[in-house]
């Protein structure tokens, strides 16, 4: 019986344990962390052993395949001992597609790439496609195959597990944009993270669409070095794509898998110009998997898009609040202020992962207020203390959300998208956005407080 060892018990490790479980494997979980109790009630229930608060050097370097959760390094001791010795390590998604039949939509990008999974996959389900949801977003792919198959799998895919696949093969891959992002993994070499993002298309051939987005600078630097043999669809928001997809700012032009369909772009669910580009990626995919017009356009009408992203909030005496934790970089929070012409109370700051703030100076014009939530604001400070009139700091998201109620006049918006990681007064960008609403639904309209 081939021994299976599984690095970190989080959603796509534990459905990676159960999958090689009921395939014959004999199978170990170690976490350096804590498991938690619900999981390890259930690998106790399948018979499945584990360890917490540690990885056991022999058993791990006894396996002949390990998973490894893709937020553990390469690096890492145990990960790099393991590579030495000579030992196979893959991601949970390469494990899932050897047992899979269905055919893959796989969808990766620094930014926009998880509301592109999620508005593929409701298009494709709202017309009525036998469709299931995976990846970096939802349920482990693993975990599901061990309940049911789709004929089609959107999945959402990180560099983090694009570098665990070997032969990971998609009907249909997008690559939404490449911005810097998570150099700390990539020895802080842009060409490295490009090559892990092109990594998404190396098992591709000629019978296969690949998706990108035709003004990307460093898609394009990136397909200078790296060979995409699937056959190339360009969307654009500048020009017209004889055979892609393409944007005038007014309507959403599809030239795909022989339709062409015209989407006005008031009709959409979805508001900001980076969405209109998520937007001709997903209907581009939804169209080559036989969405037909008519499901097409009442889809892209009934999406709501995923918590912390651009949402809208509540208004309070004319103030819009909107939740955009998952602006965790520069470019994603450059999208967002890009987004709205109203003046702006914004609340930025986190965890900097080494950040250029000079590509968002042109857009903190209609910026009022600047309210630094963060343990260390001095480079914010610096980068917009000439720019913007009114900058203040806290480390509480109640006065932040408060002091953007003070500030805000009917017309505004208070705009959270903080440009950097949660994790220096938060568990997660999540967590911020959780606590971010909650604050906001609890604001009370001036005339009245």
Same mark, same amino acid.
């Given at each position: 019986?081939?021994?299976?060892?599984?690095?970190?018990?989080?959603?796509?490790?534990?459905?990676?344990?159960?999958?090689?479980?009921?395939?014959?494997?004999?199978?170990?979980?170690?976490?350096?962390?804590?498991?938690?109790?619900?999981?390890?009630?259930?690998?106790?229930?399948?018979?499945?052993?584990?360890?917490?608060?540690?990885?056991?050097?022999?058993?791990?370097?006894?396996?002949?395949?390990?998973?490894?959760?893709?937020?553990?390094?390469?690096?890492?001791?145990?990960?790099?001992?393991?590579?030495?010795?000579?030992?196979?390590?893959? %991601?949970?998604?390469?494990?899932?597609?050897?047992?899979?039949?269905?055919?893959?939509?796989?969808?990766?990008?620094?930014?926009?790439?998880?509301?592109?999974?999620?508005?593929?996959?409701?298009?494709?389900?709202?017309?009525?496609?036998?469709?299931?949801?995976?990846?970096?977003?939802?349920?482990?792919?693993?975990?599901?195959?061990?309940?049911?198959?789709?004929?089609?799998?959107?999945?959402?895919?990180?560099?983090?597990?694009?570098?665990?696949?070997?032969?990971?093969?998609?009907?249909?891959?997008?690559?939404?944009?490449?911005?810097?992002?998570?150099?700390?993994?990539?020895?802080?070499?842009?060409?490295?993270?490009? %090559?892990?993002?092109?990594?998404?298309?190396?098992?591709?051939?000629?019978?296969?669409?690949?998706?990108?987005?035709?003004?990307?600078?460093?898609?394009?630097?990136?397909?200078?070095?790296?060979?995409?043999?699937?056959?190339?669809?360009?969307?654009?928001?500048?020009?017209?794509?004889?055979?892609?997809?393409?944007?005038?700012?007014?309507?959403?032009?599809?030239?795909?898998?022989?339709?062409?369909?015209?989407? /006005?772009?008031?009709?959409?669910?979805?508001?900001?110009?980076?969405?209109?580009?998520?937007?001709?990626?997903?209907?581009?995919?939804?169209?080559?998997?036989?969405?037909? %017009?008519?499901?097409?356009?009442?889809?892209?009408?009934?999406?709501?898009?995923?918590?912390?992203?651009?949402?809208?909030?509540?208004?309070? %005496?004319?103030?819009?609040?909107?939740?955009?934790?998952?602006?965790?970089?520069?470019?994603?929070?450059?999208?967002?202020?890009?987004?709205?012409?109203?003046?702006?109370?914004?609340?930025?700051?986190?965890?900097?992962?080494?950040?250029?703030?000079?590509?968002?100076?042109?857009?903190?014009?209609?910026?009022?207020?600047?309210?630094?939530?963060?343990?260390?604001?001095?480079?914010?400070?610096?980068?917009?203390?000439?720019?913007?009139?009114?900058?203040?700091?806290?480390?509480?998201?109640?006065?932040?959300?408060?002091?953007?109620?003070?500030?805000?006049?009917?017309?505004?918006?208070?705009?959270?998208? /903080?440009?950097?990681?949660?994790?220096?007064?938060?568990?997660?960008?999540?967590?911020?956005?959780?606590?971010?609403?909650?604050?906001?639904?609890?604001?009370?309209?001036?005339?009245?407080?």
């Amino acid at each position: 019986m081939k021994k299976l060892v599984v690095l970190g018990a989080g959603e796509s490790g534990l459905g990676a344990a159960m999958l090689a479980r009921q395939k014959g494997y004999a199978v170990f979980v170690s976490d350096a962390g804590q498991i938690s109790l619900a999981r390890k009630a259930e690998m106790e229930r399948l018979g499945i052993a584990f360890e917490e608060g540690k990885h056991s050097e022999e058993k791990i370097l006894s396996a002949d395949l390990i998973i490894k959760s893709p937020g553990i390094s390469p690096k890492a001791e145990m990960a790099a001992k393991a590579s030495l010795a000579g030992i196979p390590i893959i %991601d949970e998604l390469e494990f899932a597609f050897g047992y899979s039949t269905g055919k893959v939509i796989a969808i990766t990008g620094t930014n926009g790439k998880t509301t592109t999974t999620l508005l593929t996959y409701h298009l494709m389900k709202e017309a009525g496609l036998d469709v299931g949801l995976a990846g970096n977003v939802g349920k482990s792919w693993a975990a599901q195959l061990l309940e049911k198959e789709h004929e089609w799998w959107v999945i959402e895919c990180s560099s983090f597990q694009i570098d665990g696949f070997v032969n990971f093969k998609p009907s249909v891959a997008i690559l939404c944009n490449i911005t810097p992002d998570h150099l700390d993994r990539y020895e802080y070499k842009i060409e490295n993270y490009i %090559d892990s993002k092109f990594g998404i298309f190396k098992n591709m051939t000629s019978a296969n669409q690949a998706i990108l987005f035709a003004e990307d600078a460093l898609t394009l630097e990136g397909l200078k070095s790296n060979e995409v043999k699937a056959s190339t669809l360009w969307v654009s928001a500048l020009e017209l794509q004889k055979e892609g997809a393409w944007t005038d700012g007014e309507n959403l032009t599809f030239a795909v898998a022989e339709q062409s369909v015209v989407v /006005p772009v008031d009709s959409l669910s979805l508001k900001g110009k980076h969405n209109l580009l998520n937007a001709l990626c997903a209907g581009s995919a939804a169209l080559i998997a036989g969405v037909k %017009d008519v499901d097409f356009m009442l889809g892209f009408q009934t999406f709501k898009n995923a918590p912390h992203r651009m949402e809208l909030i509540k208004e309070v %005496d004319g103030v819009k609040f909107i939740n955009d934790s998952k602006g965790t970089n520069v470019e994603a929070t450059a999208y967002a202020l890009a987004s709205y012409d109203n003046p702006l109370i914004w609340i930025a700051g986190g965890v900097d992962k080494g950040n250029d703030y000079t590509v968002l100076s042109p857009l903190t014009e209609k910026v009022k207020s600047l309210i630094c939530l963060g343990k260390d604001n001095e480079k914010l400070k610096s980068a917009f203390g000439s720019s913007i009139a009114d900058i203040r700091e806290t480390q509480d998201i109640k006065e932040a959300v408060s002091w953007g109620n003070e500030l805000g006049e009917s017309g505004d918006i208070v705009l959270l998208s /903080p440009a950097c990681a949660s994790f220096d007064l938060f568990k997660n960008y999540e967590d911020r956005g959780i606590q971010f609403r909650a604050a906001v639904e609890n604001l009370k309209p001036k005339a009245i407080a």
